[in-house]
């Protein structure tokens, strides 16, 4: 699961995830994403991996980095 999400990532959003972008790094804050790609990443989690988030969830800051968005993921997958 969590090296699908980071393919996934890197394909979609051009980067790897390596000494300038961590896994920790805010990808907001990096330009690595905008609104439009956490639009794309939502949706991806929701068709690939079946992980649905609610309004408030979607709009929280918990998935700012790749180590938040896996651990979130990890949670709603139990």
Do not use: C, P
């Amino acid at each position: 699961m969590e090296e699908k999400i980071r393919r996934f990532m890197e394909e979609t959003f051009l980067f790897e995830f390596g000494d300038e972008i961590t896994t920790s790094t805010d990808l907001f804050k990096a330009g690595v994403i905008d609104s439009f790609g956490y639009v794309q990443l939502i949706h991806f989690l929701d068709t690939e991996l079946q992980v649905r988030y609610s309004d408030d969830e979607f709009l929280s800051n918990i998935m700012v980095n790749f180590d938040s968005l896996v651990a979130s993921v990890k949670a709603k997958l139990g």
